[in-house]
């Protein structure tokens, strides 16, 4: 019976948490199924769950895709081609710049040109993101004086003051010399010293950004710096990385590098959490620079070829260049990664920077997928990134997550579940919770008012109180009718008080005995039970009984015996992990009724009695303790059976069959038991068998009333 608690809301209150008893009865018929605990959690998960008022949570499949959706939308919405066009612009904003400033009115002049090539060939920005171009040359127009890696520059040319028209005019020149394409001007101007500091600033930023893109996350510290760097710190940089791609180039050809002194030698060159093997070292290096290689595999094969020419460009160093290419192919060639190519299908330009960041955005909804599909198999919750996932869907999609990771932790607090070393187990509490589920599918299948009301909320030892009253004699339960016994009282003594009261005064309810009734249920585990789908339901009707029996008559006894080759108890809280036997054949209905017999002699009142649930007949029987097994069974598998039936009948116990297929031999069979033990026959499907058993024990039990 469900308990509420009612108090003042302070905030602390979850109005979007799922009772215990809610995610128990979610999993109940996943239990009673196949008992794996672990398998209906992690389908509950799975599939996840909506509660009342709005409570719940999303399962796996909801939330991989919404991570799928989120993905679609960023395809459907960007187009990468552009982005090689943008920084082609930037570099031209930074040109025209830098002609302005040596000649106003030429620069002018070739702003107007600049604008009508413009309608033609250079693509629209109008809806760029924040952080397009545009903004970018005003961030470099604005100019930040005080960066490092420009003071040196600035010192060249801040110092020379106004200079002649023939200077300007070799400027000019050199401007109008520069090659056509994007990596020879950038080449030619990496040593140009500029007249206009913003176009210097401009330039520097630009050739920055594309080196931390270049190098990707592995070398972006390092990458932001080298703009001041010392020579000898850009030739320590150089020598680590011909030292690593040398290490790498070891690895291929089975050799065994020295990681060890690497490590020692450059160390610090790797954060404060330094990679412990080479292989980790790879790992991570392929890892941070997945963006850019995925932004390379989405792009066509001219555009890729482009983009990665510009990059280099960026490096004045062309020995750096080369090591970093080099790099990029060594981890390639080690890496097991898969690097993911994107099909962007949108109308709407993006930047690299923008770029990407999309790039970071799909892989990590590519890795959380992966994740959240590998709970259940070899991972768990703990392993899926919920601060990618917050980042993805926002803090929604990581509340969903912490609830799923909290599902163990409620039904623990609950007591249903506990933890065994690594597993998790039904307790006792969480057993009779499926037992109560099953029962309340049974009854919910009969029809209103056909057998009378079942659920109560009254306990008793063994009587049962009724609405008639009788004097109390000695020796009578004393259930006593306080109203009645007073007023017998006032009745003899007449007004007044205190009200003195005598033993004949006493006034008790009449009980009525409740037979004992002490019960074995045999359930066949042969295999042609769990093929057809039969012990599903005779599991669900064990559970039932054994939660009816608990409520409704706690002085009866229940005892449950699986049978197949061999017949052994089952203990109340193994029925749920109870399986029918695949690997051993065999129905020896004699062993279980012997263990019956055995279990059935310790009580010595009341009804005993056997419910056996099968699906076929007899095919083996035990000789000195060993099965043999017979189909179709031998004359002697039958003798042996039949006999033991006869035993039961002159011990007093009655065995009720349940037969779950209706072949005439088995018919035949099945009346031969009847006939010997004068028990009851029963044909169900394993729809009904629930309903034929539960309501027979209800019809059953006998009273007789105290007089």
Known sequence: MKSYRYSMWDGTQDLSAVDADDLMDAMADELMSHGDLNQALRNLMRRGMRGNMGSGFEGIRELMERLKQQSRERLERYNLASLIDELKQRLEDILQMERTALDPQAGQQG???QEGEAGTDAPEHAGEPADAAGQQGQRGAQGQQGQPGQQGQQGQQGQRGPLGAGDRQQRMQFLDGLPPDFAGRVKELNDYAFFDPQAQQAFDELMDMLKQQAMGNMFRDMAQRMASMTPEDLQRL?????????????QVWGEQPDFAGFMQKYGDMFGPNPPQNLEQLVQQLASQIAQMQSLFNSLPEALRQELQEMLSAAFADEELAAELAELQANLDFLSSDERRSYEFSGAEGVPLEQAMRLMDELQKADQLQEQLANVGRQGSLQDVDAEALEQILGPEGRQELEKLRDLERRLEAAGYLKRKGDRLELTPKGVRKIGQKALNDIFSRLKMGRYGGHRTDRRGVGVEATHDTKLYEYGDPFNIDLQH??????????????????PEDFEVFRTENLNQCSTVLMLDQSRSMGLNGCFEAAKKVALALHSLIKMEYPRDRLYVIGFSEYAHELQHEDIPSSSWGSYYPGTNMQHALMIARRLLSKQRYGTRQVLMITDGEPTAHLEQGIAYFNYPPS???IEQTLLEVKRCTREDIIINTFMMEQDPYLMRFVQEIT???????????????????VTDYINNKRRKRIA
Do not use: C
Request: avoid cysteine; aromatic fraction near 8%.
């Open 111 to 113: 702003s107007a040109a």
């Open 238 to 250: 150089k020598e680590m990385l011909a030292d690593l791609n040398h290490m790498m180039e070891q």
């Open 485 to 502: 016994s007073v007023m017998n009282a006032v009745r003899r003594h007449g007004q007044g008080t205190p009200v003195r009261m005598q």
């Open 635 to 637: 004359w002697r598998t």
């Open 675 to 693: 006939r010997l033990n004068r028990g009851r026959a029963f044909y169900s499907s394993p729809g009904h068998l629930g309903e034929y058993i």
